[in-house]
């Protein structure tokens, strides 16, 4: 991974929604799945997709930093075309605790008019609309707005910030019989080797404000790099946002954040060691936290690879925190025979040194074992 700036954005494949992507995936130019709702929080029921509205049906949650950032606009858009016939729905999905959607709702006030709904968990998934719309979209990242036309077909799916006003007031002045796709499901295949040089500026600029304490700006900033991003990076935004929310110490909201990662990238160990090493580097870093990071870090432990000595070194420090010299050092001795000949092995020796005198590295505090 590249060090210059943190993986980022809030992601959500479809391995993660329980469901694996399949040839025939829901597209642009398909029928709308139906309305599976667990129960609307706010605005009339939608029961049925009626022939002379337009609907955007976008994905958010609570715990999603961009997700909020792109109430105003799909405010804005609820606003300027409902009497036209245009109707937004905030879907729900994938809240660690639904009991904080309605609160947040009503927080929002005037900010948030449009029908929100929560999804329908009755099955005992992650929700029928998660499941049946955006994993079968094969979309791994929240927010997602999908725009349905006069005919009951999707005509875009992508992040509600690229909702433009011309293309909403052409598909209403279309007739019912009418219609055509204003966006793509399918981009061309991304043939770049790195994100665009905009994406890693804001980044940056992401990473700063985080450390900063700026909030409110890193979370307008992770916004706007998912804007930036084309869908072969969108593993960098989870990190950062995951990142946002430990700092922030939302550890609950970090914990459903890492283990979607982890399920979603379970073939990248480079994704999985980031998001372990989040977890067990995090200041005031918890046993829940401690845990999560473990059972991450394991798997990749064990295999052989460029991550393996990543992994041995998360687990080492997993087991001094948790009190167990012996065996942080067994893994630290580990993690420093992993590393290649060539490679420079003066950190991870340095480590070793300091766990074995029974402290955590210069730099990382005073935590001794207890």
Not at 163 to 175: F, I, N, Q, S, V
Request: charged share 20%; with cysteine; net charge neutral.
């Amino acid at each position: 991974m590249n060090s210059g700036f943190s993986r980022t954005l809030v992601v959500v494949a479809a391995a993660v929604l329980g469901t694996q992507p399949c040839v025939g995936a829901l597209k642009v130019g398909d029928a709308a799945p139906k309305l599976q709702v667990g129960r609307w929080l706010q605005g009339e029921a939608v029961t049925d997709f009626e022939g002379d509205k337009v609907y955007i049906v976008e994905f958010w949650a609570t715990w999603c930093g961009p997700c909020k950032t792109s109430i105003p606009h799909l405010n804005d858009l609820h606003v300027r075309f409902e009497d036209q016939g245009l109707v937004v729905i905030g879907q729900n999905v994938l809240e660690n605790d639904d009991s904080l959607v309605a609160p947040f709702v009503q927080g929002m006030a005037g900010k948030m008019t449009y029908r929100v709904a929560m999804d329908d968990k009755t099955d005992g998934g992650r929700g029928r609309m998660a499941r049946n719309w955006l994993a079968a979209a094969e979309q791994n990242g929240i927010p997602c707005a999908f725009v349905i036309n006069k005919q009951g077909r999707i005509v875009s799916i992508g992040h509600p910030m690229s909702l433009k006003e011309a293309d909403l007031e052409t598909l209403l002045a279309e007739p019912a019989a009418a219609g055509k796709a204003i966006g793509t499901g399918r981009p061309a295949a991304d043939t770049s080797t790195a994100p665009s040089a905009k994406a890693q500026a804001l980044a940056r600029r992401a990473e700063a404000e985080i450390r900063a304490g700026d909030w409110d700006r890193a979370e307008a900033s992770v916004a706007e790099l998912q804007e930036a991003l084309t869908e072969k990076f969108r593993d960098l935004g989870g990190l950062l946002n995951l990142d946002l929310l430990l700092a922030r110490q939302q550890n609950d909201d970090a914990l459903q954040l890492a283990k979607l990662l982890s399920e979603d990238f379970k073939g990248n160990p480079v994704v999985q060691i980031a998001v372990a090493s989040r977890l067990a580097r995090q200041p005031g870093t918890n046993a829940a936290l401690l845990a999560a990071a473990e059972k991450i870090a394991t798997p990749v432990s064990a295999a052989t690879g460029g991550q393996q000595a990543a992994a041995l070194a998360t687990l080492a420090r997993i087991a001094f925190l948790r009190g167990d010299q012996p065996r942080a050092v067994e893994f630290q001795t580990k993690a420093v025979g992993c590393i290649p000949a060539k490679a420079d092995a003066t950190r991870p020796q340095a480590v070793l040194e300091a766990y074995q005198q029974g402290h955590l590295p210069d730099g990382e505090g005073t935590a001794k074992p207890r």
